[in-house]
């Protein structure tokens, strides 16, 4: 299987993207494994014809605005994102109207046309830095509360909610971070800036899925709590030999993130099937929002 895929990337022209929750097998077949804003920079350099792009819809629809020109495919099309479902362009519209004018910072975990009325994207990765470059003191953050409510942490601007959350991270309680951290007490703990704030008071480092990767190699410690989806386990311990990882919690499991098979991949490509393409009047806009932050990084 994993000799065919490699026949067929080479054959298309296609490099195999993976986000660092996807199945272990789909993570060691990817020309990069990576989080959402190292993806996104990936898809945006490479001239390989093809970008089969094993991670979630969200993501395949922000490499199809940053490489038009490219096919783009998604080895199981229905692989979404359940905090970007908790948007629709309909719904931003109308919470702009409601308020005064300021910038619409919009988290790439949410669908085409929700980047398209936005004034710049940002990621778990570069969300600080991303508020703290806007010339305007207010703003709106969309759609997940909890990576705003971290954004208002780090920062003094006035940030404005939308009611979106992860459910695999919002579901992370105080009490199984305890229970971790009796059971390992020398663990240190990092959490992604989509839990809950009284779980980023307890933590030790906030990051993205591949900041808690570097952090770990950098660091001289051994032992770490993962409070993030249990993906992330096998990347992290395969980058760092010889280290332990506990998961914060076995509850952190998204569906949608496990979804693609070898035999997806296969298929996808042998009939270039799953392709994601955002219409150019959708692109247009969004890749605005898009470049805006690439820009900031
Ligand atoms: P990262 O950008 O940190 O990889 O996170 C993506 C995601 O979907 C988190 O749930
Ligand atoms: Fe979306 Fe949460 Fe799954 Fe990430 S873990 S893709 S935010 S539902």
């Known amino acids: ?34 989080d959402s804003l190292e993806l996104s920079i990936r898809a945006s350099r490479t001239d390989a014809a093809v970008i089969v792009f ?16 490219k096919t783009v495919l998604l080895p199981r099309r ?10 629709t362009a309909e719904a931003l519209r109308e919470k702009i109207d409601q308020l005064p004018p300021m910038p619409v910072v919009t988290y790439v975990n949410s ?13 778990s990765a570069n969300v600080v830095k991303v508020a703290q470059s806007l010339d305007a003191d207010e703003m709106l953050m969309i759609p997940d509360r909890n990576l ?5 942490s780090q920062t003094d601007k006035k940030i404005h909610l939308w009611d979106g959350y992860c459910p695999f991270h919002d579901r992370l309680t105080p009490q199984e971070v305890l229970a971790a951290r009796k059971a390992h007490p020398e663990a240190v703990f990092m959490a992604h800036p989509e839990c809950r704030p009284e779980i980023l008071e307890m933590a030790d480092i906030v990051t993205s899925t591949s900041g808690m990767i570097r952090h770990a190699a950098e660091s001289t410690d051994e032992e770490f709590i993962v409070g993030t989806e249990v993906g992330i386990l096998h990347p992290i311990g395969k980058a760092n ?38 219409p150019e009047t959708i692109r247009v806009p969004a890749l605005a929002a898009v470049e805006r932050m690439i820009a900031i990084v």
């Open 1 to 34: 299987m994993k000799e065919k895929i490699k026949d067929l990337l080479k054959e298309k022209n296609a490099i195999l993207l993976a986000h660092n929750y996807e199945p272990p097998e789909i993570q060691d077949m990817a020309d990069l494994c990576g």
């Open 54 to 69: 094993c991670g979630v819809h969200f993501m395949a629809e922000t490499a199809s605005i940053l490489c038009p020109d």
């Open 78 to 87: 229905e692989a979404g994102c359940e905090m970007a479902d908790m948007i």
């Open 111 to 123: 669908p085409a046309d929700v980047k398209a009325l936005s004034t710049v994207c940002c990621t």
């Open 148 to 152: 705003a409510r971290y954004a208002a």
């Open 241 to 278: 030999p010889g280290k332990r990882f506990y998961p914060a919690s076995e509850k952190m499991l998204c569906p949608d993130m496990k979804r693609i098979s070898l035999d997806d991949v296969v298929r996808s490509l042998e009939e270039m099937s799953g392709e994601v393409k955002v």
